[in-house]
């Protein structure tokens, strides 16, 4: 990309997406002016997503854009902070057209308009390598209330909202693996950060985490980060009806492959067990279910059983980035 064409880009198409935060100057600087609220913290996340690696190389640029977005998104929600706005930097490839920029920028344009969120800044830059898209998240939460992976105790439930392995299945289909079915590829595509939810449970949960790489590999952060054993109910772990068709077919390979499957940015938590029935009760407040899937205990490992109470192996617990 050309300078000229850098910045007629970042004026033309990305300063739009800031006009609603004063803070962003219009991205007309390097950087943007936020001030807290007062007894807030600020949550800073970020994450990089490359092609091929993080989404397929077929995927059309504005689920891309929409994706970064939102898997970003859920970060926060695991936090259970309020999003504030948002920072995005591409690496454009040699090759990328006008054409395909713009079909980003109105993926962007969708999400950020969802979530009443604005564009704060950020960076544009080509190069030989693969499209490589950097968002950096901005939020707040009340001081000394944000969720963490670490504070899971022995006696604690552990929940999960939505469903799990939906986003594998998503997957599948868009890689042409599965037939269509828009519900599951809607899971890959477009997935739903749980912010009311993470925002509920500010007072409730004990630890928290979204489940990014897979749901035994992030139960093993938080068993790592808590010190502590979470013992998941293979039986109790919520599929959704397509998933469970599937499975069908696929039998203990199959729901392995959906336990270990990433992307489904659902968020697995724990809490002390005599606020089940608060949590129950977040279903109407927070617009999705939320299922019990096991216990909490000494130790520092996780273990997954399955309906007749065998201890679960799995080659690995699910995505890694090395």
């Keep these: 990309m050309s300078e000229t064409g850098e910045f007629e880009f970042i004026r033309n198409k990305l300063a739009p997406l800031s006009a609603d935060e004063p803070g962003a100057l219009g991205l007309t600087d390097d950087a943007a002016l936020l001030t807290p609220q007062?007894?807030?913290?600020?949550?800073?996340?970020?994450?990089?997503?490359?092609?091929?690696?993080?989404f397929l190389e077929s995927d059309a640029l504005d689920v891309v854009a929409r994706r970064s977005f939102l898997s970003n998104l859920s970060d926060l929600a695991a936090m259970g902070a309020n999003p504030i706005g948002y920072l995005s930097s591409v690496c454009w490839p040699l090759n990328t057209t006008e054409e395909q920029r713009d079909q980003f920028v109105s993926g962007l344009a969708a999400a950020q308009t969802k979530y009443g969120l604005t564009l704060l800044g950020g960076d544009t830059t080509s190069g030989e390598g693969p499209l490589v898209v950097s968002m950096t998240f901005v939020g707040e939460v009340q001081s000394g209330s944000a969720l963490k992976r670490a504070g899971a105790n022995p006696g604690d439930d552990i929940w999960v909202t939505g469903s799990i392995g939906d986003a594998a299945?998503?997957?599948?289909?868009a890689r042409g693996d599965l037939d269509q079915q828009p519900y599951?590829?809607?899971?890959?595509?477009?997935?739903?950060?749980?912010?009311?939810?993470?925002?509920?449970?500010?007072?409730?949960?004990?630890a928290c985490i979204d489940i990014s790489d897979g749901l035994v590999a992030d139960a093993g952060h938080i068993a790592s980060t808590s010190q502590v054993q979470l013992n998941i109910e293979a039986a109790m772990i919520p599929l959704s009806?397509?998933?469970?068709?599937w499975l069908e077919k696929e039998g203990d390979v199959g729901l392995r492959k959906l336990l270990t499957a990433g992307d489904d940015y659902e968020l697995l938590f724990t809490a002390p067990?005599?606020?089940?029935?608060?949590?129950?009760?977040?279903k109407s407040e927070c617009g999705?279910?939320?299922?019990?899937?096991?216990?909490?205990?000494?130790?520092?490992?996780?273990?997954?059983?399955?309906e007749e109470g065998e201890v679960m192996k799995f080659d690995s617990p699910g995505f890694t980035h090395f």
């Design 273 to 282: 067990h005599d606020k089940a029935s608060e949590i129950l009760s977040l």
């Design 169 to 173: 299945l998503g997957l599948a289909i």
């Design 184 to 206: 599951l590829l809607s899971r890959y595509q477009n997935p739903t950060p749980r912010i009311e939810a993470g925002i509920c449970l500010r007072k409730l949960a004990s």
């Design 241 to 245: 009806a397509p998933a469970l068709l």
């Design 288 to 306: 999705v279910d939320i299922s019990w899937i096991g216990s909490v205990s000494e130790g520092q490992d996780v273990t997954v059983r399955d």
């Design 38 to 54: 007062p007894g807030q913290e600020i949550v800073l996340c970020s994450d990089m997503l490359v092609s091929g690696t993080h």
